[in-house]
């Protein structure tokens, strides 16, 4: 859709990772108005909607709750997330819910887009899409292992583990492995010449609580790594508690905060 120069400059003075989602909420908007280009004043409308939570219908859109991926699925060579299904799953779970109406008893005045429950997901470790910052980030995962085949010590695995997380031994053809540092990217497996490392697990390590605003912090992880079936679970387990224990409106990592070691969460570090 074609954006006046104007409209345009305003979009880009925005923090630029929540403007692809501006993007799309004004260009919905000017649909919405029946034009084909974007004005500032679109822009105005979606402020006072989503900002100020001016809501002109019961069929607009609502900031109870938001799904996120990066952009891995369509070319990015370290993509490790072959099935998307996922987020059509998740999705789904999140409106069963009804969080828009959940909102509406705990948030005194009108709802505002800080108050959405955030779903972030990301194809690798490189994290592009920010899970770290949301209620829930999932990033996709290749934990490696050895074989039984012989390593040649050609180095490739060292040379190509971003994290210096390998070395092969005092013998120099005995590829280890420290976790941490590793962060499962795989790319030692994929470029291992002769199989002695190969995949062993492909799934998705899990942050909880992560959030900006007034005070920041980056989503704890959770201990090991999930399939698609119990990240459903794990997602559900969060919903239950962020309603449950939610007193205002307040975002998920300060009711886990609040909560400390009574969380039922598996977390690697507590709260």
């Known amino acids: 859709?074609?954006?006046?120069?104007?409209?345009?400059?305003?979009?880009n003075?925005?923090?630029?990772?929540?403007?692809?989602?501006?993007?799309?909420?004004?260009?919905?908007?000017?649909?919405?108005?029946?034009?084909?280009?974007?004005?500032?004043?679109h822009l105005q409308d979606c402020r006072e909607k989503f900002f100020t939570g001016v809501q002109t219908g019961p069929t607009e859109p609502t900031p109870a709750y938001s799904v996120e991926t990066c952009m891995g699925s369509d070319s990015c060579p370290n993509?490790?997330?072959k099935d998307y299904q996922l987020v059509?799953?998740?999705?789904?779970?999140?409106?069963?819910?009804?969080?828009?109406?959940?909102?509406?008893?705990?948030?005194?005045?009108?709802?505002?887009?800080?108050?959405?429950?955030?779903?972030?997901?990301?194809?690798?470790?490189?994290?592009?899409s920010r899970p770290q910052i949301a209620d829930l980030g999932i990033i996709g995962v290749s934990q490696p292992r050895?074989?039984?085949?012989?390593?040649?010590?050609?180095?490739?695995?060292?040379?190509?583990?971003?994290?210096?997380?390998?070395?092969?031994?005092?013998?120099?053809r005995t590829p280890e492995i420290s976790t941490p540092p590793c962060l499962a990217c795989g790319q030692c497996?994929?470029?291992?010449?002769?199989?002695?490392?190969?995949?062993r697990e492909r799934g998705?390590?899990?942050?909880?609580?992560?959030?900006?605003?007034?005070?920041?912090?980056?989503?704890r992880e959770l201990a090991g790594i999930y399939s698609a079936t119990e990240t459903l679970t794990v997602a559900g387990t969060c919903l239950d508690i962020f309603q449950q224990h939610n007193q205002h409106g307040e975002r998920f990592g300060e009711v886990l905060h609040r909560l400390g070691p009574q969380s039922p969460l598996p977390m690697q570090e507590k709260f």
Request: charged content about 25%; some cysteine.
């Open 79 to 81: 993509n490790l997330i």
């Open 146 to 172: 050895t074989s039984e085949e012989p390593c040649s010590g050609c180095g490739a695995c060292v040379e190509n583990c971003p994290d210096q997380a390998i070395t092969l031994g005092e013998d120099g």
């Open 13 to 41: 003075r925005a923090p630029f990772f929540i403007r692809k989602k501006i993007r799309a909420l004004v260009e919905n908007e000017a649909l919405r108005q029946g034009d084909s280009l974007v004005s500032l004043k």
């Open 1 to 11: 859709m074609e954006w006046q120069s104007e409209a345009e400059k305003k979009l």
């Open 88 to 128: 059509e799953q998740l999705e789904r779970m999140l409106a069963e819910r009804n969080l828009a109406a959940f909102f509406r008893k705990k948030v005194k005045g009108p709802l505002k887009f800080h108050h959405r429950f955030s779903i972030v997901i990301a194809g690798c470790p490189n994290a592009c």
């Open 189 to 199: 497996s994929q470029t291992c010449p002769t199989g002695t490392l190969i995949e």
């Open 204 to 219: 998705f390590r899990l942050l909880v609580g992560g959030k900006l605003g007034r005070h920041p912090q980056l989503g």
